[in-house]
Nanobody, 129 residues
Framework: QVQLVESGGGLVQSGNSLTLSCSAP?????????IAWFRQAPGKEREGVSW????????YYADSVKGRVTIYKDSARNTFYLEMADPRPEDTAIYYC?????????????????????WGQGTQVTVSS
């Protein structure tokens, strides 16, 4: 098991940017992997937001957030990020980062939470209108 720790959540006004962080063990960055961000709103299933693989640095975004969020990493800091440039009230949810040792290229596989074995504890994001 890989320990992941999210931070950066909180209350933000619609349109104001917010960046979530996910710290991971150094060992993650020594191997090939796929990192992803998911979210779960009350009463809804967990849904994929974005993923990135380490082999090609391919990024993928769900249609609901495309153009408004950016996934990136800082290997020197052992941290992954999800920058939300234009959050909306419908983005309110608990956000989770996840890591899998497999390298995904298929958008559907990369956004399926069942394919990830390592998860953070989640961080609440609340967007007010």
């Amino acid at each position: 098991q890989v320990q992941l720790v999210e931070s950066g959540g909180g209350l933000v006004q619609s349109g104001n940017s917010l960046t979530l962080s996910c710290s991971a063990p150094t060992s993650v960055f020594y191997n090939l992997y796929t990192i992803a961000w998911f979210r779960q709103a009350p009463g809804k299933e967990r849904e994929g937001v974005s993923w990135m693989n380490s082999r090609t640095n391919t990024e993928y975004y769900a249609d609901s957030v495309k153009g408004r969020v950016t996934i990136y990493k800082d290997s020197a800091r052992n941290t992954f990020y999800l920058e939300m440039a234009d959050p909306r009230p419908e983005d309110t949810a608990i956000y989770y980062c996840a890591v899998d040792r497999r390298v995904y290229y298929n958008p559907v596989l990369g956004l399926d939470p069942r394919n990830y074995e390592n998860w953070g504890q989640g961080t609440q994001v609340t967007v007010s209108s």
